[in-house]
């Protein structure tokens, strides 16, 4: 897909899953936000860079963190629902709407102690762009903390993808599960010239009530929302039962428990 096209599929997909997206997958999402922060190990007083903040959940934990001392958040992304919800939620903290990939066009001339970029790679047309552009805004012995979905076959949710794809006849987020394969983040932070890389794999389950709410999580919170808007009544019953006929072996009666993982990366400018 062209990386123009894919930039505005992300922008106003997000914008239409601003309002639903907490909701939808905030629990599931919880171990991969736990997880960067550990590993982020943020110090009273730290400026701290979060990219692609979404609707701020991270951004909120990190102010929690640094604030004492005068430590300051930054929160990006590309869509402005989302950076609403983040900066109604966060005054505190600023908020800048960018392009992962080019923090310099808005951030020009500023440096961070640590940058986070939560499950934000995945949408990016370029990670490797994105990891050098977020790396130029580290401070020396600045820390960069990422995290992205594993590997495609851990995550149950994942015919998602194929099923909206083939009704667009393009892909919705070409690049998804790349970085989420065998050791291909930390040969990223590498390649983007941060030392002591560690990574590691953890586990999550989406869980949902009903079949209702994990179609409305996956189709109305999430990268895909911008494709589902278009679809008419019987394209979008068709997705949803492709979709639920895909998480059926998950299903326990009526709820719905899908397992996931993410792989979480650390390194350091030197
Ligand atoms: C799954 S959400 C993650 C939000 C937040 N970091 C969290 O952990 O909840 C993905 C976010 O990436 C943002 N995004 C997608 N492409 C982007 C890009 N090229 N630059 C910046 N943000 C982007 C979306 O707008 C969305 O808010």
């Given at each position: 897909m062209?990386s ?5 599929v992300q922008?106003?997909g ?5 309002p ?5 997958w905030n ?8 997880a ?5 190990a943020l110090?009273p ?5 979060d990219v692609a903040?979404?609707s701020?959940?991270l951004?909120r934990?990190a ?5 004492r001392?005068g430590g300051?958040?930054?929160g990006t ?5 989302m950076l609403?919800?983040a900066?109604?939620?966060?005054p505190?903290c600023?908020?800048v709407?960018a392009?992962g ?8 001339n500023?440096e961070f ?7 934000g790679l995945?949408?990016?047309p ?11 805004r580290l401070?020396p012995?600045g820390?960069?903390v990422a ?5 495609r076959?851990a995550?149950?949710w994942a015919?998602?993808?194929p099923?909206v794809?083939?009704?667009v006849y393009?892909e919705v987020?070409?690049?998804f ?9 930390a ?18 389950t989406?869980d949902?009530?009903?079949?209702q709410?994990?179609?409305?999580a ?7 929302a911008?494709a589902?808007?278009r679809?008419d009544?019987?394209t979008?019953?068709?997705?949803q ?5 895909s998480?059926?072996p998950?299903?326990?009666e ?5 397992p996931g993982?993410f792989?979480?990366g ?5």
């Amino acid at each position: 897909m062209d990386s123009r096209l894919q930039l505005r599929v992300q922008r106003y997909g997000w914008d239409r899953a601003a309002p639903h997206y907490e909701l939808a997958w905030n629990q599931a999402l919880a171990p991969a936000t736990a997880a960067v922060l550990a590993s982020a190990a943020l110090q009273p007083g730290e400026h701290v860079l979060d990219v692609a903040c979404g609707s701020g959940v991270l951004t909120r934990a990190a102010w929690q963190a640094v604030a004492r001392r005068g430590g300051e958040v930054v929160g990006t992304d590309l869509s402005e629902q989302m950076l609403a919800q983040a900066s109604e939620q966060s005054p505190q903290c600023r908020f800048v709407r960018a392009d992962g990939q080019q923090l310099e066009d808005s951030l020009a001339n500023e440096e961070f102690d640590v940058v986070l970029c939560g499950l934000g790679l995945m949408y990016m047309p370029d990670p490797e762009l994105a990891l050098a552009s977020m790396v130029r805004r580290l401070r020396p012995g600045g820390r960069l903390v990422a995290s992205v979905w594993g590997e495609r076959r851990a995550c149950a949710w994942a015919d998602l993808f194929p099923i909206v794809d083939a009704q667009v006849y393009s892909e919705v987020c070409p690049m998804f599960f790349r970085l989420g394969g065998g050791d291909a983040l930390a040969r990223a932070l590498r390649e983007a010239e941060l030392v002591g890389v560690t990574t590691e794999r953890i586990a999550t389950t989406a869980d949902y009530a009903d079949a209702q709410t994990a179609c409305d999580a996956a189709f109305i919170a999430g990268p895909v929302a911008l494709a589902y808007s278009r679809f008419d009544d019987a394209t979008r019953l068709a997705v949803q039962a492709e979709y639920l006929a895909s998480i059926e072996p998950w299903r326990l009666e009526s709820c719905y428990s899908l397992p996931g993982e993410f792989v979480i990366g650390c390194g350091k400018l030197s």
